[in-house]
């Protein structure tokens, strides 16, 4: 016998209604997990981001939103505080450190310092700072709205005691609080959609993609410019890629910097996953004109490094009078551009437009000449150079996805130049233009650089000694070597 009893035998036996209230009792976990741990953050349908129809389910953006608003009007009070104290004394009184929002510095927050130095090309000659941007002492619509704004405001935040009594509304009512019409229409919107809650409970909710790739924080910065009427409406997502996610926008009225907002624009996101760079890390690791910040900076700060990369790339590009996205602002690390395109649609990647053989033939001279331009005019090579960052618009080719580009003495920049050549070549070869170089050709062509090896063997170990001479170069002389003259006679690699 068993010395610790009799076994057992009887088998558990398990009914299907407990079976079934398990399964249930599952479900509804996870569906009480999934409403407190959203994995995103849903948006009403219709356009992305508008003025009226913003994200009101998520309470940090809510959250943000109002305190926005309570530091927009806080410094208000402070200003008027200020007058009366100082009236027409002599000797005034700045309250200028009390504020919440410091004018020169409204994005304030722990790692969003720096890209305001940065915000010229590192490259070029710092040109004279043009007067500071003043943070609301500005004239003009701000001041002109402002009583209506008031008045509507306490409105607004008497009209909160309508919502459902469930509805949390905190101190807001009892205080003389003055909501904007867009952030109590986004609390109105939360508060009904919070009633309805209980309602839809099975009711699954739909993401895209597009939203999946975009954080609250991002989300904020996106309102924000919206709010600041740079932007009219955020339509929606028109390319997710592994690194950024690009939307479309049509411009707003208000003009900033003394920028006209084209009527439609182009928003990339670089994603704030951090992953996705790591294979990026050689373009600008090695980029000289970013290399004393590379050391400093958390990773965060590499990914605004790339939106900022962008632009001043595409602001080279510009001034070169290459066709390409012109640059509206920056923030962080979202890029504003003008659209290239039209109603929304975006303008065709070279890859997926069929061209006749005559404009085919138009594509390849103009973009040998952008190439050329792009190496001696703007100091860069493409280096992501093929079908897929060219887009066919008003009957020529125009370059996008610059964020890669680099100068041409970066330690991989010929080699970068040369996988450029090499799809160019390959993609107008195989696309039936008889002319076109093959990419050696064109390598030399582009850099005026004189390789004469006839396989690509040779020619690709050519083009590394010449990087390496350059970077031993560096290493004894401190400095890069100018590979060019301005007037077009380029082998300098020789002293
Ligand atoms: P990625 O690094 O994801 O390739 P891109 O800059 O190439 O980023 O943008 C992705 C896609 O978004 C492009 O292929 C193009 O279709 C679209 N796009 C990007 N910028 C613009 C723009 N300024 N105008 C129109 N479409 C754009
Ligand atoms: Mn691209």
């Known amino acids: 016998q068993c010395p610790w009893g009799a076994r057992n035998t009887t088998s558990i036996s398990c009914s299907l209604a407990d079976v079934m209230s398990e399964q249930l009792a599952k479900e509804l976990q996870l569906e009480e997990e999934n409403a407190a741990f959203p994995e995103v953050v849903a948006t009403a349908e219709g356009p992305f981001i508008t003025g009226e129809n913003i994200d009101t389910s998520s309470d940090l953006m809510l959250a943000q939103m109002l305190q926005m608003e309570f530091d927009r009007e806080y410094d208000a009070q402070l200003r008027r505080e200020e007058k009366k104290i100082n009236g027409d004394s002599k000797v005034s009184i700045s309250f200028e450190n009390y504020r919440k929002v410091h004018p020169y510095d409204s994005d304030s927050s722990e790692d969003e310092v720096d890209w305001q130095d940065t915000r010229h090309d590192p490259y070029r000659a710092a040109k004279p700072t043009t007067t500071p941007r003043k943070g609301f002492t500005g004239k003009g619509k701000d001041i002109t709205t402002k009583h209506d704004e008031v008045v509507c405001g306490r409105k607004n935040t008497a009209r909160m005691e309508n919502f459902a009594p469930e509805f949390q509304v905190g101190d807001g009512i009892g205080m003389d609080l003055k909501l904007s019409n867009q952030v109590f229409n986004a609390l109105k919107q939360h508060a009904y959609s919070e009633e309805r809650r209980s309602a839809r409970l099975h009711e699954k909710k739909e993401h895209s993609t597009a939203e999946k790739a975009v954080d609250p924080k991002t989300r904020l910065l996106l309102y924000k410019m919206v709010n600041a009427g740079m932007l009219e409406t955020i339509t929606g997502c028109i390319s997710t890629g592994k690194e950024s996610v690009v939307f479309h926008a049509y411009g707003g009225a208000s003009a900033t910097e003394d920028k006209v907002i084209p009527p439609e624009c182009a928003i990339k996101v670089f994603k704030t996953t951090l992953n996705e760079f790591k294979n990026r890390d050689k373009y600008i690791k090695d980029d000289y004109r970013f290399k004393d910040r590379f050391s400093k900076l958390n990773p965060?700060?590499?990914?605004?490094?790339?939106?900022?990369?962008?632009?001043?790339?595409?602001?080279?590009?510009?001034?070169?009078?290459?066709?390409?996205?012109?640059?509206?602002?920056?923030?962080?690390?979202?890029?504003?551009?003008?659209?290239?395109?039209?109603?929304?649609?975006?303008?065709?990647?070279?890859?997926?437009?069929?061209?006749?053989?005559?404009?085919?033939?138009?594509?390849?001279?103009?973009?040998?000449?952008?190439?050329?331009?792009?190496?001696?005019?703007?100091?860069?090579?493409?280096?992501d150079l093929s079908e897929y960052n060219m887009l066919w618009h008003n009957g020529k080719v125009w370059l996008i996805d610059v964020s890669q580009s680099v100068e041409p003495t970066h330690p991989h920049g010929l080699e970068f130049l040369f996988r450029d050549c090499r799809n160019v070549s390959q993609f107008f070869q195989k696309g039936g233009v008889a002319e076109a170089l093959n990419e050696r050709e064109l390598f030399n062509a582009v850099s005026g650089l004189n390789i004469t090896a006839d396989n690509e063997v040779d020619f690709q170990a050519e083009i590394e000694a010449l990087e390496k001479m350059n970077e031993d170069h560096v290493q004894n002389h401190g400095k890069k070597l100018s590979m060019f003259s301005s007037d077009g006679d380029p082998p300098i690699y020789n002293e």
Not at 300 to 314: C, D, F, G, S, T
Not at 318 to 328: E, T
Not at 353 to 382: F, P, R, W
């Open 300 to 383: 965060r700060k590499i990914i605004r490094m790339w939106a900022e990369k962008e632009m001043h790339n595409l602001t080279r590009m510009q001034n070169a009078g290459i066709p390409c996205p012109q640059v509206v602002i920056l923030k962080k690390h979202i890029l504003v551009m003008s659209f290239i395109g039209q109603d929304q649609v975006p303008a065709p990647k070279l890859k997926d437009v069929t061209l006749s053989s005559e404009d085919m033939k138009k594509a390849y001279y103009q973009i040998l000449n952008m190439m050329q331009q792009l190496y001696k005019e703007c100091n860069l090579v493409h280096a």
